[in-house]
């Protein structure tokens, strides 16, 4: 999804949405869900749902190369991350403003 952004941000964006949605799968149970969209024309969106009730069994165990920094790399490149928890499970929402738009921030 390019939705508009380019360059660094198109790739941060894919990152952090891959990280947080893999969490999602990883940490949660199905169904994982991932909506992408723009909204008001101006901010790339995606929003990952989970379930948040672990899978059955004994808890996986980290994968090698940091599981669970999904969250810490979003923050750290969206323009905005919002977190809803409910007893129905989790919902985290990744904003990125498009070129142009006040509060995007440089391509880099």
Known sequence: MQAGLRGRRAGDFLVAVNQVASNAVWR???PARLRLQVTGGAVA???VR?????PPGPPAAPAPGGLGTGLQVARRVCDQVTIRRSPRG????LCMS?????GA???G
């Not at 989790?90 to 929402?93: A, F, L």
């Not at 498009?98 to 006040?102: A, E, K, T």
């Open 105 to 107: 921030r440089p391509d």
């Open 90 to 93: 989790s919902t985290v929402i």
């Open 98 to 102: 498009l070129p142009g738009q006040d």
């Open 50 to 54: 989970d379930s948040e009730r672990p």
């Open 28 to 30: 949660g149970s199905p």
């Open 45 to 47: 969106q995606a929003e």
